[in-house]
């Protein structure tokens, strides 16, 4: 169990900042003629978080699911942090709304895979859980 935990957060920190990491590039895309950044990526301390060796898996698996939970709203919080930069940029004329309105659906689609992923994981992690229960319950 303790294997399949540790493969799983160790996939978890090799997919996930790379998928954050294409936002962020996705975010530094826009440009003006002077070539300065107009909307900067949103820093996200979530993913530094991420456990990577077996010396800090957690005993308790249900920290799992919480590392996991806490990773989906880390994700959603960075979304919205993201976008109301994109406004802003929109606002002061940075961005027109056309590159407003295009910058802001990449971020949705890429949050909500991201997010369909991690919810995936998670659920996967709560059914070998309960694997492992239904197994400690029934000894043989």
Known sequence: MKTKMFLSLLLLAAVVPGALAAADEAETKAHS????????????????NVLTNTASVPDDPKQVLQDYDSLMIALTQKFSATLATIADAAKRGDLSSEQARKMSAEQYQLTYMQFELLSLWRGIEEQDLARSSDVEAKPG
């Open 33 to 48: 003629r002077s070539d300065s950044v107009l909307v900067s990526p949103v820093e996200d301390p979530a993913v530094t």
